[in-house]
Nanobody, 123 residues
Framework: QVQLVESGGGLVQAGGSLRLSCEVS????????VAWFRQAPGKEREFVAG???????KTTDAVKGRFTISRDNDKNTGSLQANSLELEDSAVYYC?????????????????WGQGTQVTVSS
């Protein structure tokens, strides 16, 4: 059974940074596409960034230049470095993995999901 566990969320002031991690167990991490989504209260879940098994990266325009996605296949971990955080970045951040190995803006592309980690940006 594949499990994803996120960590690294928290409360940060605007302009600050956080590093989110997603540890994947029970599967073949190096073959998966990995992505981060986020969902703010009253809003739909939205794609943030994704990295394929071959390290091709997609990033949504709202975070481009501020957030960086990466993966470490030796540690079965995906990460999201979030810099220059803005109030609008406050949300629950979810890690997702796709057996097909690619990445997509669509949530239904992904087979496995973590439970989410809260990021709150204060002024």
């Amino acid at each position: 059974q594949v499990q994803l566990v996120e960590s690294g969320g928290g409360l940060v002031q605007a302009g600050g940074s956080l590093r989110l991690s997603c540890e994947v167990s029970g599967g073949y991490f190096s073959t998966y596409g990995v992505a981060w989504f986020r969902q703010a209260p009253g809003k739909e879940r939205e794609f943030v960034a994704g990295i394929t098994w071959g390290n091709n990266i997609k990033t949504t325009d709202a975070v481009k230049g501020r957030f960086t996605i990466s993966r470490d296949n030796d540690k079965n971990t995906g990460s999201l470095q979030a810099n220059s955080l803005e109030l609008e970045d406050s949300a629950v951040y979810y890690c997702a993995a796709a057996m097909r190995g690619g990445n997509s803006y669509r949530a239904d592309y992904y087979d496995f999901w973590g439970q989410g980690t809260q990021v709150t940006v204060s002024s």
